[in-house]
């Protein structure tokens, strides 16, 4: 993916992926009330105050990681998502989620790499929080890291068409809430096991 070397489409791509997983936290923060969830390490007493977008554009600025870590770490999240039904990201942990994901990403991707204390202080939390962060998201991974060609083709070329959707005016014959309307899901979960032809759509909660 020779394109994501260009840092213009770095940085919209980040900025894409913001607002999807913002969309997901908020969604479910909605669901909290209704829905029985688990309390887990990566929740934090409060909701932090730097928003998704800037806290994934600091990473992407100085964790140095390669530009495809980014793509793998949404793979990971979504893995993350199915198997862990009860720990949905919310406010309260997405941002733990993301340094977690994007580090442990960069491990399995890249010949060199930061080590746990850089990613800790650039997440903004101890070096101790860190090594727990990164046990209890291996786990629940169930230490299911490999990420295919296919399946990563499948995750980028999706950001890749609802970035184009977001950016395009809906057609006039085309109801505008038809127009964005699996970017307004809550998430999309593909297998691995599944072509780009035939994907399936569910909801992670």
Known sequence: MAELDNPNVMSNLITFLSSLIQKVAESNDLNCGFQAQKISVFHGLTRP??????????????ANCS?????????????????QPSLPINSFNVHRLLITSVMVAAKFMDDMYYNNAFYAKLGGISTTE????????????????NVNPKTFHTYYSYLQRQMMMMLQPPPPSTAPESSIESTLKVHLCFSDEESTSHQKEQVAV
């Open 49 to 62: 105050t730097i928003s998704i977008q800037s806290y994934l554009h600091r990473i992407y600025k100085y």
């Open 130 to 145: 860190m090594n727990f962060l990164e046990v209890d998201f291996l786990f629940g991974l169930g230490f299911h890291l």
């Open 67 to 83: 530009p495809s870590c980014f793509i793998v770490a949404y793979v990971y999240l979504d893995r993350f998502a199915q198997r």
